[in-house]
């Protein structure tokens, strides 16, 4: 075990970004502050010691404490307009803790408020799954056992929370999002160029140095590595292949696609950063999870 001492100071380290991720999935300072208590009482309790990536593990657990105390007060809120009346905006800003570098990062401070609102009318674990995937850049596969269901299914949920927002948000909101989609549509363009014509380092600005890329049965079956993490062994494995895949979106996020003869065997689905890296890739191959993605070649 840790030094006490030792893990409360790398707990503070991280605090303010669990108190962000609290409030975009409670929408409530003071129960994010409840969250982050429980999760450090959690940490006090856990031997850590083969943890890699303590600030990984602390958002998992934030948002698996955050998730509880959604579900526990039955959140959704049916009389919440598809607009966003002006008084809701300025209550929503009256109620959110002082930006933190996560905020400045991810939107204006308008655009957070209106998106806090807007968050309220998804059900738990599709808000859970937006906002670690979308707006903090959490895999699936670390999501998928907060929410306890499947790698695949966390990624709908997070697909099903995106649909609904473009048809219930304001339109800074969607804008904002739509920029998003964009730049990460870029990084994807980018990453498939840069692997294609074999830039090593090109991948490795391109790519998170802690960067996870894996592969479900089916496409380990097909020659892919079950797990490689890291920019250089990913860069490695990556470089001068992927040729035969296209741009696509991927369970409405920008991805690519690999087919035959018009039927889509391998998909990769991308988590980018807001600073534009990727941290995760996912390539998943198979054939009874494939239709659920939605898969459109752009």
């Known amino acids: 075990m840790a030094d006490p001492d030792s893990l409360a100071a790398r707990f503070e380290e991280h605090r303010a970004h669990l108190r962000d991720v609290a409030y975009r999935i409670l929408g409530s300072r003071s129960d994010a502050e409840d969250a982050v208590q429980e999760t450090w009482l959690r940490l006090s309790r856990t031997d850590v010691s083969g943890v890699l990536n303590l600030r990984a593990w602390l958002t998992t657990v934030v948002g698996r404490v955050a998730l509880n105390l959604l579900e526990s007060r039955g959140t959704r809120r049916e009389d919440i307009s598809a607009e966003l009346p002006e008084h809701a905006a300025d209550a929503a ?15 204006g401070d308008e655009v957070s408020a209106a998106l806090q609102v807007v968050l309220d009318t998804l059900e738990p674990r599709e808000r859970l799954a937006f906002v670690l995937h979308d707006l903090f850049a959490v895999p699936f596969d670390e999501i998928a056992p907060v929410v306890d269901a499947s790698s695949a299914a966390a990624r709908q949920l997070a697909s099903r929370a995106r649909r609904r927002l473009r048809t219930a948000a304001p339109e800074p909101v969607t804008a904002s999002l739509a920029a998003r989609a964009e730049q990460q549509r870029e990084v994807v363009e980018a990453f498939f160029a840069a692997a294609r014509a074999a830039q090593f380092q090109t991948l490795l600005e391109i790519l998170d140095p802690d960067v996870m890329m894996r592969a479900d049965a089916v496409a380990a079956q097909m020659g892919a590595d079950d797990a490689l993490t890291g920019a250089d062994v990913v860069a490695k494995w990556i470089s001068g292949r992927a040729r035969g895949a296209v741009l696509a979106v991927v369970g ?10 018009g039927t889509v065997r391998v998909a990769f689905s991308f988590t980018v950063t807001d600073a534009g890296r990727i941290a995760a890739i996912d390539l998943i191959a198979d054939p009874d999870v494939l239709p659920g993605l939605g898969i459109e070649f752009s």
């Open 252 to 261: 409405d996020e920008p991805g690519a696609a690999w087919s035959v003869k």
């Open 93 to 107: 800003r009256a109620a959110a803790p002082p930006p933190g570098p996560e905020d400045e990062a991810l939107l």
